[in-house]
């Protein structure tokens, strides 16, 4: 098949390391079907310039348009300015060169303006949903019913967790359309591995606790809440470490929190690296720790398992799904009392990471493409025309 898939969720010049999973998912399917990833940059993003190389795509080809929007005002036009966006860049293209189906990756306004294609050319499509394009988006008055619109349009909607199939169904999709399909995991690149050499690489003290956390740094992701809740962590464990590794926003915040609270030489900023050295990161870590207010399912919860490693994370939105006793501990968002007695609990258990990878090992990205391709098969079956 011809598969266009849509999103923002896809590394680009402007984002190298941006939605690891996408890379992993869309160039594995497109060793099966002629796949395009069309990306949209956010116009902002573009003025600041080109910040490096994304991953090698080994199948998949992959280009961009600029997504220009209101700034600031006319949240609820976005899904109307995206479809726009795209149409003044590529729309004569893809009307002379009409793929069979359609993949939108984000709820909104990427599902709705890929909506607005499929209706325009007569082309099936499907939605994957992720985290905060439902939880958050949806709960917006003027977004919730162009939302809602698009994923009942779909031929299908692909949600990365059960919680998130749950609010697809809330929207009025068909349960039958409807399908959970958890995330896999590069088992050449996340597995256990000899702790010392990895602290050793990654020129870390030996024989101290280390507290990994690694996504983007936001208030939303926690890792605020993360360092709120560490002196009462080391008041137990006055050896620990906490490093965080990612970047966003939240950074500078985090080194004056750390000052202030009289803890910054027991923490570590590590930036934004690569996702082929994670592995080594979770290798070298005690635990990993997640305290996001709401989430999908993360793949960085799913990599440390394979990778033998405890998580404590939040109990939100699909965590609850794939994070079982045996691997980790869940306490309720926003809450350092708790986050700080379960990372005191998990850094004293003693935890078996052959049963952690044992568990991790049914996130599968041969079984992951597999059932995405039935479902995008299924999906390009014949539809009738619609006349702009």
């Known amino acids: 098949m011809k598969v266009l898939a849509l999103t923002n969720l896809f590394p680009s010049a402007w984002d190298p390391l941006r939605a690891s999973f996408n890379r992993q998912q869309f160039d594995r399917l497109a060793a099966h079907h002629d796949l395009e990833v069309l990306v949209a940059v956010d116009f902002r993003e573009r003025r600041g310039g080109p910040r490096g190389e994304p991953p090698a795509l080994s199948h998949a080809r992959a280009t961009d348009f600029t997504f220009w929007y209101p700034p600031r005002i006319g949240r609820s036009l976005h899904g109307l300015a995206w479809y726009a966006s795209l149409m003044a860049r590529h729309g004569s293209r893809l009307r002379r060169e009409r793929p069979d189906v359609l993949l939108a990756s984000w709820g909104y306004p990427d599902a709705v303006g890929v909506s607005l294609l499929a209706r325009r050319l007569g082309l099936p499509y499907v939605v994957k949903v992720h985290g905060s394009d439902l939880n958050v988006q949806a709960d917006f008055r003027l977004r919730r019913p ?171 939105g699909g965590i609850p799904e794939v994070l079982p006793a045996q691997a980790g501990l869940l306490v309720p968002p926003h809450d350092h009392a708790a986050l700080s007695k379960a990372l005191d609990e998990a850094l004293r258990a003693d935890w078996s990471p052959a049963a952690i990878t044992a568990h991790a090992a049914r996130f599968d990205w041969q079984d992951n493409i597999a059932r995405l391709d039935r479902i995008l098969r299924d999906a390009a079956g014949p539809v009738e025309p619609v006349n702009a």
């Not at 970047?247 to 900023?269: E, T």
Request: hydrophobic fraction near 50%; charged fraction near 20%.
């Open 146 to 316: 162009q939302i809602a619109a698009a994923l009942r349009g779909a031929r299908a909607v692909v949600a990365v967790s059960a919680a998130l199939a749950d609010k697809a169904r809330a929207l009025g999709v068909d349960d039958a359309r409807v399908h959970v399909l958890y995330n896999g995991v590069d088992g050449e690149r996340f597995h256990p591995g000899d702790r010392a050499a990895a602290r050793r690489a990654l020129d870390l003290p030996q024989d101290v606790p280390l507290v990994l956390y690694v996504g983007n740094l936001k208030a939303s992701k926690g890792c605020v809440d993360l360092l709120e809740a560490f002196p009462a962590v080391l008041a137990r464990h006055p050896q620990a470490r906490l490093a965080f590794v990612g970047s966003g926003a939240a950074g500078p915040v985090l080194r004056q929190r750390a000052q202030a609270l009289g803890i910054d030489n027991c923490l570590l900023l590590a930036g934004a690296r690569p996702h082929h050295e994670l592995g080594t990161w979770m290798q070298a870590a005690s635990l990993l720790c997640l305290p996001s207010h709401n989430e999908g399912v993360p793949n960085v919860v799913l990599e440390a398992m394979a990778c033998g490693l405890p998580v404590v994370a939040t109990r939100v």
